[in-house]
Structures are given as C-alpha cells and as structure tokens.
C-alpha cells in the first residue's frame, strides 16, 4: 500500500508496534523446555489482548498465529510439540492485523551455548537487515537494497536465501511490490515512491543459497542445510528515508 493520510500512518504504526511487542514477549520466553506451540501461544495471547488478528491464520488458514522455525526449518514453520533445546536457532515470524492495516517482522534466536559462528551470525543478520533498510527511500531503486545486502554477505563470508524475498504489506499481508530481492538482482528496475510500505527481511547463512518446500505444505528448510538467521522489518519508503514501523514500545 502506499500511505496517503494520517489515519493511515496512526494505523500502521499501531499494528507495527503491536506486531514489535508481540515478538520481543515470544523472544524473551524461549528457553529450554518450552514447546513451539506454548511459544506461539504466547503470541496469540499476546496479540488478542492488544485486539489484533493473526495474519497467517487470518489470510491464509495457517495453523498457528505466528510462523516458528527451528534449525534448519527457516520460514512458515507450523509450531508443534517439540520443545526448545540449549543450541537450537529460532526463528520468529510475526505479522498481524488490527483496523484494516498489516504489519510484519520477525527475529532469530540463539538458545545458548551456541558455536561462535552463530553468535556472529546472529549479530550479522540483524546488521544485515539494516545494510538493506537504510538504502530505503523516496525514489530509491530497489535494487539498491539487494546489492548492499549482497556486498555485505560477501565480505563477511556469508551466503544469502535467494528465493524468499521481501514483499508489499499494509492493507494486506503480502501485496505489490512483490518479490523484492534482497541479494543482488541485476533485473530488478522499479523504483521505491513516495509513502511505500514494504517489508525487508534478508535470510543471511552460513551456507544455504535457496529454501526447498518440506513435507507438511507449509515449512521451508535451507539448501543445502546450514544455519541461517532471518530478521525483519516494515517500512515506509519516504523522503526522509526509511521510517521502520515495526518498533517496540518504549
């Protein structure tokens, strides 16, 4: 969607700071013992007391509210009975609605002890996202964010997902623009315009290069297999350059 009144930046940045909220209770609570399915529970509860709906479930019949992904799952995990472990990697996805308006961000943990290299990753796909996020702006070419992103894998001897992409939000999950590459796309032409709402979301690894479908039509595993870290935000594209909206409360 592209923002066009004021209502619409108050309801964006509600949903966005709901969604921001929701995923630092379900980060703040993993531990070892604790089920996905309790994980996501939390975030169900979370998101109905603050009166909005989960996205998955709502657009799509997803069964879960939020999308948890350990290990080697890496996106659209169904959350089940397995219970956390020390030195497993999580990943959070939460994205909801409330009035009409979407918002979308996720995070990835690391439940120590934990090798170095994932610590760095950890630390490096947050920085990642960021090397993405600040190439946002009025008139800025997408493609913009794909090389910096890329330019940043490389010299720090990581990999990226090149089949999950960022994507349009805001009056409905996913929406135009579609498929906004986050790793270097020398056919991507479009420009951001003023008052563009999207999300970046790059999925840095140590090795993976592309998602492959598993078995339950809903769970993406990395290929080859390797950890990967996935961090998210939902942005305005504006002169000022990027305005995130996926921000906690204070």
Known sequence: MTVSSDDDLVGLKTIGRIVADTLEVMG??????ITERELDQIGRD?????GARPAPELVYGFPGATCISVNDKIAHGIPGDRR?????LVNIDVSAEKDGYFADTGASFAVPPVARAVERLC????????TGLRQVGTGMPF????RAVGTFARQNGY??????ASHGVGLSLHEEPTEIATWPDASERRVMTDGLVFTVEPFLSLGANFAEDGDDGWTLYSLPRAPTMQYEHTVVATRNGPLVLTVPSP
């Open 159 to 164: 990999t990226l997902v090149r089949n999950l």
């Open 46 to 50: 979370y998101l109905s007391a603050a």
């Open 28 to 33: 703040r609570a993993i531990e070892p013992g």
């Open 123 to 130: 630390r490096d796909g947050r920085r990642a996202m960021w």
């Open 84 to 88: 956390v472990r020390a030195g497993d």
């Open 143 to 146: 493609a913009g964010i794909g």
